[in-house]
């Protein structure tokens, strides 16, 4: 009984010490992630990411607030650190995917209004190819069932609307959307290539 309680103290005080260490790492990297987006090394921060596998949750939704941040001041910018976020969305904890959702919608708002695409056709196609991918996440879905419907109508206009802004990519997800049974899914790698512009 002693080794039980022993035991499971000992986990408690583990599983502690993992959670409480996960959430200043974001903070000790902030500046890291900063530097590679400035400098426009997207592979940085998968590298980042890659190191720190229990930040990734909240390396998504430090992503996801520097590229809402921008969408208007920098569109192209903002929608390859959006595009950088996508694989990490899933690690996103519980009590913050109702924040990325919003985060998300708030993105393709933006993404879908027709002078941002006649400004900026590469950025939303990219936007658009990275929220279908995202808001098929479980954790994402759980929070905004619709959401991914959404996505996939306005990214379907686009593609019709653009048929040459809108990337290959965007075209190949939006079509696997379609079909029945199916949702896009992302690259188990951890990189997602923005289409160049």
Wanted: net charge neutral; charged share 10%.
């Amino acid at each position: 009984m002693k080794k039980l309680i022993l035991s499971v103290l000992f986990a408690f005080f583990i599983c502690t010490c993992v959670h409480a260490s996960a959430s200043p790492l974001i903070d000790s990297q902030a500046n890291s992630i900063h530097a590679a987006i400035n400098s426009g090394n997207f592979a940085q921060v998968n590298a980042i990411a890659a190191a720190n596998p229990g930040a990734q949750g909240e390396i998504a939704m430090f992503l996801l607030s520097q590229a809402q941040a921008k969408i208007t001041s920098n569109p192209a910018l903002a929608a390859k650190i959006f595009a950088t976020a996508t694989p990490f969305v899933a690690q996103i904890p519980d009590n913050q995917t109702q924040s990325a959702a919003t985060i998300i919608a708030s993105i393709v708002a933006s993404a879908s209004s027709p002078a941002f695409q006649k400004s900026n056709p590469g950025a939303a196609s990219d936007i658009f190819t990275a929220a279908l991918n995202m808001s098929s996440q479980p954790n994402i879905l759980a929070v905004n069932s619709g959401l991914h419907a959404k996505v996939l109508v306005d990214a379907n206009s686009f593609v019709s609307a653009n048929p040459d802004g809108a990337g290959k990519l965007l075209k190949d997800t939006v079509s696997l959307a379609q079909t029945p049974g199916t949702m896009p899914t992302i690259n188990t790698i951890g990189a997602f290539a923005p289409s160049a512009q």
